[in-house]
């Protein structure tokens, strides 16, 4: 396909789909998105790490070729005003696999969000956010090590359909009416109105995928994250196809909670992933408490919004969140928290969220081998109190670092390793 402003590499070999499996050659070309704000500040650091990790796992042997697509407001630069051109969305499925940093969405025009504009016209259902604990990193928990979840959180459905009615308008009036007078409900007058679809074809591919996950990375359970006492028919129903998908598409692979006690005495069959759920609420005391009894976590979108974001908390705080939107094929890799525009330009923040983005990335790949090296570096340079700012404000005698500075010992690490 040709592009107008999108400049693919010269060399390198896209990433294929064959019989829903990647194929991956020495030389891959993988797509980029500066991103917004501290977007300009992080995205170079981190491909300065990535490609001093590849070049060492390897030898030469292998390399990334990128390839610059263009979101947000560099984008707008470029295509007349366009924060979200039909040219980058058409790159990222001829690429299949991009990482993304920060994106601002303008104020009072155009997208709810360019974060969810592109999770949902790419059809990007699964949001996989990995929470885990590097040593040295501050943490407010006395366990940080017993921290180590993926969430799978549902990306099209629930609050992200957007379906709200706004008290006041036309729309809400006749909506409202409709529900006293045709359904039997009650409500205050002058209430906003949202609606939240939650589907069994949604419901199942993330589960899915969650459990697909599990399956490939000797994951022990994975666990339903719902609210189904109280919204029955959806987030009830969750569950309930989440039990069912299981049961019909990995039943050779899985057990139920009720079945480990029931038929096992407690003891996980080897080979086997339990399949559990718990309330909502009471989830987040769990993983404060017993963080160490959850592995995979599935999960809708509001849900899965709050919960990633609190376990953030538990080992480093959103600067050090990875995360990806994913569809059977396409996956964006990102960065996940937002654009922090006081700091742009600054050489400031810490790059770690969009880095360990692209360690999940070069992890889909099948390049675990950079990921290691990575996380080596990460762990020897803050054990040696090597931090940017947001961590040298809670580590006595810390060395304070510029973003482009942790980079340069990131890769000072990964080649003296």
Known sequence: MGFQHVKMPDSGDKIRIEDGQLVVSDEPVLGFIEGDGIGADI????????????????????????A?????EKAAGIYDGDYFPQE????????????????????????????????????????????????????????????????????????????????????????????????GAEFFEGAGIGI???????????????????????????????????MKFTEGAFR??????AAEEFGDVTITEDELWEKHDGKQPEGKIVIKDRIADIMFQLMLLRPADFDVLATMNLNGDYLSDSLAAEVGGMGIAPGANMA??????????????????????????????????????????????????????????????????QIDNATEVKTSGFADALVDAINKS
């Open 88 to 183: 980058t969305l058409d790159a990222i499925k001829e690429l299949n696999v991009a990482i993304k940093g920060p994106l601002t969405t303008p104020v009072g025009e155009g997208f709810r969000s360019l974060n969810v504009s592109l999770r949902q016209t790419l059809d990007l259902y699964a949001c996989v956010r990995p929470v885990k604990w590097y040593e040295g990193v501050p943490s407010p928990l006395k366990k940080p090590h017993e921290v180590d979840a993926v969430i799978f959180r549902e990306n099209t459905e629930d609050v992200y359909c957007g379906l709200e009615y706004e008290s006041g308008t036309p729309e809400n009036e006749k909506l409202a009416k409709f529900l006293r007078e045709e359904m």
């Open 240 to 245: 309930k196809w989440g039990y069912e998908l």
């Open 328 to 393: 059977d094929n396409v996956a964006v890799f990102e960065a996940t928290h937002g654009t922090a525009p006081k700091y742009a330009g600054q050489d400031k923040v810490n790059p770690s969220s969009l880095l360990f983005s692209g360690c999940m990335m070069f992890d889909y790949i099948g390049w675990p081998e950079v990921t290691k090296l990575i996380e080596d570096a990460f762990e020897a340079v803050v054990g040696n109190k090597i931090v940017t700012y947001d961590f040298a404000r």
């Open 43 to 66: 995205t170079p650091a981190c491909m300065k790490v990535w490609n001093a990790a590849v070049e060492k796992a390897y030898g030469g042997k292998r390399r990334v070729h990128w």
């Open 196 to 230: 939240k679809p939650i589907s069994a074809y949604g419901s199942k591919r993330l589960v899915r995928k969650a459990i697909q996950y599990a399956i490939d990375n000797n994951r022990k359970s994975v666990t339903l994250v719902h609210k189904g006492n109280i």
């Open 68 to 72: 610059e697509l263009y979101l947000g």
